[in-house]
């Protein structure tokens, strides 16, 4: 009788925990649908530009693994926030993801996936590609992204580690390292047969053929990309792939074809520009439907549930009032003290910020009184070399004097702080007998920007005063700063005669343009000048 008794208790027993484990599975299977649903719904609001919405999808997808212990889910999301903020610009964002993403990592190294690393390192490499602006660091985290994508086969990534190598030895100048990834790249697509990526692929390919000055390659090249999108609506591609073109025939000389090619790049670029704009429209087409839908919707169930709710609904109406006032009593006291909090931070924070500007300010002035005393007492050899550290100290001192101006700080009006570094070399210029002549274009730009400028028209001052007169009657330096709609041109010239016939390539002007990302021209035909365009 007992063991019938056990035996029973065992089976039921059993049952419960079969039960159990049933349940479990189920309601894990269903996370992990839910999961998936999230993810491919965020990725394809991403696509769309609907960040807001993508962001939605990511945060429920992020509940879901908690509740399903799930950490690589969890890695995974913190990883797709940071590549929709790196998507979106919004870089500080994406930095603060990062640095979560990385503390998970640590947390739990013996848990994270290959897949997970391998994501990580690549959108670590594209921000310090385009945030960080560390090509050294880019190339490292593309190198064992690529390393983790071939180890796990996955042709996506290791199509995106090759595009961001190549690139990287691209904007390095050495091309022929940047032809060989590309052209990597171009073959992994090619077998994918993903037209995007490899036409992705062929415009990178053409524009470092056209940068190596190989321009015929370049053409046939970009000649290759338009005989596989024939037919498309890839207007993108297109654009680009004219726009090599025309470059490639204005370089050889022959203007006919440039221009037949700078008529199709425009036609292409117009149409992308209006493709834009239809798709947009048509998704908010899209979003007034689907809001009409369910208006009606929403509509049809009030009128089933109507007569059945009209004495909850009084009731619940009163109940709502009292509770309103309530919380309008109680928020209405609360955003009181709230604001006066407020009020009272905003005035210190201002005034801390004050003491700060006038704490640097004076901290800077003082450098340069002790360098300028320095400089009296130095002998002759020494002289050279104290003015151009206060040179720079006073070019740093005005950025910071025009900025703390300004109410936008993120920009600089770069005429004025320009001129201001003019000046500060005027005692030296009429020491020298140096006639300058500067003309600069009143215009905005960001202030990484004007502060590498500030910084290379310094140095290129104490060149032209240290290196390039030789024993001269008429010494002349012209500085022109020009702005033509979407990018500015700078033209540095000097006419020393130390400079003719030399092959001139300054250490610290080379690193200040490698800062601004231009490719500059060096002319010492005639004295020294020095060249270079930029998009703002």
């Not at 999301?77 to 993403?101: M, Q």
């Not at 792939?241 to 370089?251: A, L, N, T, V, W």
């Not at 009731?315 to 309008?328: A, D, K, P, Q, Y």
């Not at 016939?501 to 300054?506: D, N, T, V």
């Amino acid at each position: 009788m007992h063991f019938k008794i056990r035996l029973v208790f065992f089976l039921f027993f059993s049952t419960c925990v079969f039960v159990a484990q049933s349940i479990a599975q189920n309601i894990n299977n269903e996370l992990e649908k839910e999961i998936n649903y999230c993810l491919k719904k965020s990725d394809s609001c991403k696509i769309k530009y609907d960040y807001t919405n993508s962001i939605r999808f990511i945060a429920k997808a992020v509940s879901f693994s908690k509740k399903n212990n799930d950490i690589n889910t969890e890695i995974l999301c913190n990883i797709k926030l940071i590549e929709l903020y790196r998507h979106a610009s919004l870089f500080s964002k994406a930095d603060f993801y990062l640095n979560k993403t990385e503390q998970l990592i640590r947390s739990n190294k013996t848990k994270v996936s290959d897949f997970n690393l391998m994501y990580l390192y690549n959108r670590k490499a594209a921000l310090f590609s385009e945030y960080y602006h560390s090509p050294d660091s880019t190339l490292f985290y593309s190198k064992k992204s690529l390393m983790l994508s071939d180890k796990l086969k996955n042709k996506n990534f290791q199509f995106t580690s090759l595009m961001e190598i190549g690139f990287f030895y691209e904007q390095e100048q050495d091309f022929t390292s940047a032809i060989k990834y590309y052209r990597k790249a171009f073959k992994l697509a090619e077998n994918l047969k993903n037209k995007h990526q490899t036409c992705d692929a062929l415009v990178n390919l053409a524009r470092t053929f056209e940068k190596a000055k190989n321009f015929q390659e370049a053409i046939d090249i970009s000649n290759k990309g338009l005989s596989i999108l024939e037919g498309s609506n890839n207007f993108f591609h297109k654009f680009h792939f004219y726009d090599i073109k025309r470059k490639g025939y204005e370089k050889q000389g022959d203007k006919v074809t440039a221009y037949d090619n700078l008529k199709l790049r425009i036609k292409y670029a117009d149409l992308h520009n209006e493709k834009n704009i239809r798709d947009k429209f048509v998704q908010e087409e899209n979003k007034n439907e689907l809001f009409e839908k369910n208006k009606e919707i929403l509509k049809n169930k009030k009128d089933i549930n109507e007569i059945k709710k009209n004495q909850l609904l009084l009731m619940s109406i009163v109940l709502l009032f009292v509770l309103g006032l309530l919380s309008l009593l109680y928020y209405s006291k609360k955003i009181r003290y709230d604001n006066k909090q407020l009020d009272f931070y905003s005035k210190e924070n201002a005034f801390l910020l004050k003491e700060a500007n006038h704490r640097i300010n004076n901290n800077l002035q003082l450098i340069i009184i002790l360098i300028s005393d320095e400089l009296r007492k130095a002998d002759t050899n020494e002289t050279i070399k104290l003015k151009k550290i206060l040179s720079i100290i006073e070019a740093i001192s005005s950025l910071h004097k025009h900025l703390y101006q300004t109410t936008n700080k993120n920009e600089i009006e770069i005429s004025n702080y320009l001129n201001e570094i003019k000046i500060n070399f005027n005692e030296i210029f009429d020491v020298q007998n140096i006639k300058v002549k500067i003309n600069i274009d009143k215009f905005m730009l960001p202030i990484d920007q004007g502060m590498y400028l500030g910084l290379l028209i310094t140095e290129l001052f104490i060149n032209s005063i240290k290196h390039a007169f030789d024993n001269q009657d008429y010494k002349k330096i012209n500085f022109e700063l020009k702005n033509c709609n979407q990018e500015y041109i700078f033209t540095y010239k000097d006419n020393g005669k130390k400079n003719i016939s030399a092959i001139i390539k300054p250490v610290l002007v080379d690193k200040l343009c490698r800062q601004l990302r231009v490719k500059y021209d060096i002319n010492v035909k005639d004295g020294f000048q020095l060249f270079f365009n930029k998009i703002k």
